[in-house]
């Protein structure tokens, strides 16, 4: 009987190898299959995969808010420190400073008078204020084929689709998902990503369009546009999706005809961002895109 037992022991063990062998070869394949098999399904039910997608992002918001939080902190203590450590130089620095913004002020109050004297005469029209709403990032959706960031501020926050997601360096991307406490920002280096800028050095308009690399492209851009390399790029205000102005990144030395655009701010390393409403009517992307390339072949 002990003989029998350890003979049907061997054998279970043989039995089992076998299969994890074979689940181990075909595991990718099942992996792969599972993703098509998503994939076809998310472009069935778009709209079911968007809303499952935000609650989703909404259930998990929590999680991801408590694991982030230690690193934020440990953050914020470096920097802090950093912080400390330049305030001697940054102090004996601004005492010159404060002299000499004393003699401004009294220039800027003059001058304040005499433009406000101006836009009276002009009958000046000021564009529409800006809102913002700060937020912080709890996850980085980013991937293979996507470029993204969650951020904890959603609709009790007054956050809607389209909004302006910016850092303190510069544009980074807008808001295409709205939880109720949480948002979903796609980047300018999305595939899906399509901005109207201008070149600041020679006022020629384009769309900066993403490709997943780290570096967006310029599409449209006029065939005699005189630009050059380090010309500061911003967005152009068209349409109503971003405020005029915002600084987006530099342009660089075009490869095989094809300028680039080097971000402003650091996308690998967002903690905080900036929602900015801007909600201007009588335009919409499409419209702006055609316009955009009808006067680049008509030049």
Do not use: C
């Not at 181990?24 to 399904?41: C, D, K, N, T, Y």
């Not at 380090?230 to 152009?236: E, I, K, Q």
């Not at 068209?238 to 094809?258: C, D, K, S, T």
């Not at 402003?264 to 335009?283: E, H, I, Q, T």
Request: proline fraction near 5%; hydrophobic fraction near 45%.
């Amino acid at each position: 009987m002990f003989e029998r037992s350890r003979s049907f022991g061997w054998s279970s063990v043989a039995a089992a190898v076998p299969w994890r062998g074979v689940s181990q070869r075909f595991s990718f394949l099942i992996f792969v299959a599972l993703g098509l098999m998503l994939l076809v399904f998310s472009q069935a039910q778009p709209v079911l995969v968007s809303n499952i997608r935000i609650h989703a992002v909404d259930t998990m918001a929590p999680v991801l808010d408590a694991v982030a939080r230690p690193m934020t902190a440990i953050e914020s203590a470096v920097k802090n420190m950093r912080d400390t450590l330049a305030l001697r130089a940054d102090n004996q620095k601004l005492r010159g400073e404060n002299a000499q913004m004393i003699e401004w002020q009294n220039a800027v109050v003059s001058l304040e008078s005499e433009n406000r004297e101006l836009r009276a005469l002009l009958h000046f029209k000021a564009e529409p204020g800006l809102a913002y709403i700060s937020a912080r990032v709890i996850a980085d959706t980013g991937g293979a084929y996507a470029r993204g960031l969650i951020v904890t501020a959603g609709k009790t926050d007054g956050v809607r689709e389209g909004m302006a997601a910016m850092t303190g360096e510069g544009l980074i991307g807008r808001v295409v998902e709205v939880g109720d406490w949480s948002s979903r920002v796609l980047l300018i280096t999305d595939l899906n990503s399509r901005i109207p800028v201008t070149v600041t050095d020679s006022g020629d308009r384009a769309i900066l369009a993403g490709d997943n690399s780290p570096q967006p492209k310029l599409m449209f851009m006029p065939r005699d546009a005189a630009v050059s390399d380090g010309a500061r790029v911003v967005t152009s205000g068209h349409g109503g999706i971003f405020p005029p102005n915002l600084p987006v990144g530099v342009l660089q030395e075009p490869e095989h005809g094809v300028f680039t655009v080097v971000p402003a701010a650091d996308l690998g390393r967002v903690s905080y961002v900036r929602l900015v409403d801007f909600d201007l009517k009588g335009g919409n992307f499409n419209t702006i895109e055609r316009r955009l390339q009808a006067e680049t072949h008509g030049k």
